[in-house]
């Protein structure tokens, strides 16, 4: 089982930029697809940004695209989310998963996850 823990989040202001950092523990996670979701209260995770193992591949939500860019260190078994440009849109829970297929945007095809942290937009 993979442990992952976010970081990063915060109150910003619009235009302003974040950088999420996902930590996982030790053992397989240059195997795994990588992802980022949010989620806001009373609506469903959103898929963000997923990356392949060796972070060849990228995929965005159409919402994010040109502003936010994932990557990953395999060295140090984490995965990031930069995040410019920001908007009161953007404002969610941000939370990191792993799975085996950076094409699934379903939360419910990925199998580990993150705390989440909170990030702020205010206009």
């Known amino acids: 089982q993979v442990q992952l823990v976010e970081s990063g989040g915060g109150l910003v202001q619009a235009g302003d930029s974040l950088r999420l950092s996902c930590a996982a523990s030790e053992g397989t996670f240059s195997g795994y697809a990588m992802a980022w979701f949010r989620q806001t209260p009373g609506k469903e995770r959103e898929f963000v940004a997923t990356t392949s193992w060796n972070g060849g591949g990228k995929n965005y939500a159409d919402s994010v695209k040109g502003r936010f860019t994932i990557s990953r260190d395999n060295a140090k078994d984490m995965v990031f989310l930069q995040m410019n440009s920001l908007k009161p849109g953007d404002t969610a829970v941000y939370y990191c998963?792993?799975?085996?297929?950076?094409?699934?945007?379903?939360?419910?095809?990925?199998?580990?996850w993150g705390q989440g942290t909170q990030v702020t937009v205010s206009s």
């Open positions: 998963a792993c799975g085996y297929n950076m094409y699934n945007v379903r939360a419910s095809d990925w199998l580990y």
